[in-house]
Every structure is written in C-alpha cells, then in structure tokens.
C-alpha cells in the first residue's frame, strides 16, 4: 500500500473513528480529540502497518490510545488525594489549621490554670518521666506525685469537656 492509499483510506475511516470514539468518552470534544490523536499516531506508525485490515489497526490504536489515557487519569485521581490527604496530615500535625490551633491554644491556657503543684509533676509524666523519676526529681513522696497527675488530669477533663466528645 502506497502512502497516498494509505491516508486516502485513513480518512475514509474517520466518520467510523469518530462514532466509536464518541462511544468510549461520551463526550463529543473528547472524542474529537481521541480522533485526531488516533490519525496523527496511525499515520505517523504508517511504517509499521504490516496488517491487512486497515480498519481493525486504527481502531486498536484508539482504543490503546484511549485506554492509556483513562489509567494515566486514575494514576493522576489517586496522586492528587493522596497528596491532598498527606498535606491535610502534615497542616494538622503543625497546627496550621485554624481549629486545630484554637484547639492548641484552648488546651494550654487550662494548662497553665493548674496550680504549680500539680502543673509541673503533671508535665513531667507527659514529657515521659517515670512516677518514680518524678518523685525523686521534685523530692516529695510517689504517692504524693500520682495524686497530684491524677488531680491535673481530672480538672483538665472537666474544663476540656468538648474536647472528649470529638
């Protein structure tokens, strides 16, 4: 086949192409341009058509071309929302968003309501500090010390209260 009787039946082809490529994209400029892309890339693979039915090639090119297309869109969907959710992480791990913030600033303001007594074994235990470590760092009995972290506890569940229910 003669590259004139190659294109001549190419374009033949295109009101074929263009209803079968308006059936997979459902869309009418989408399947223009499934079209358009489906010639460039026929005629610019002339070379390679070995096949006799012209027909059954341009047809698989399209559907290769569109089925390309659609995964190469899925790949994008899933990149896009894990991005969106890794940055929704990371804001709300810094307090960049505004609630959270709030939040922030709401919880330390109870905190340092507590008296001195008990804001500072209490803030010990959640730097990591053993009952033990603290009884012996602030010099007072471990007994002493779990009160006092169970009395912090207690009065900042009941100042934070909306907190616990979210």
Known sequence: MTAIEFKTNIVSLNPQLKL???????????AMDLCQDTLLKAITYSANFTHSNLKAW?????????INAYR???????????????QNAI????????????TYNEIVEEFNK???????????YLDGFKYR????????????????IFQARKFLMSNLREFAQH
């Not at 079968?20 to 989408?30: G, M, V």
């Not at 507590?114 to 010990?124: D, G, N, V």
Request: proline residues 4%.
């Open 20 to 30: 079968y490529a308006l059936r997979l994209t459902a869309n009418q400029e989408d």
């Open 114 to 124: 507590l008296h001195t007594s008990m804001r500072e074994p209490f803030k010990m």
């Open 91 to 102: 804001a709300n791990s810094r307090g960049d968003n505004p609630i959270s913030l709030h």
């Open 58 to 66: 341009t047809f698989t090119i399209m559907k290769n071309i569109f």
């Open 133 to 148: 470590e603290i009884a012996e760092h602030l010099d007072l009995p471990i007994g002493t010390i779990k009160s006092r």
């Open 72 to 86: 190469r869109k899925l790949k994008q969907r899933e990149w896009i929302l894990h991005e969106t959710k890794n």
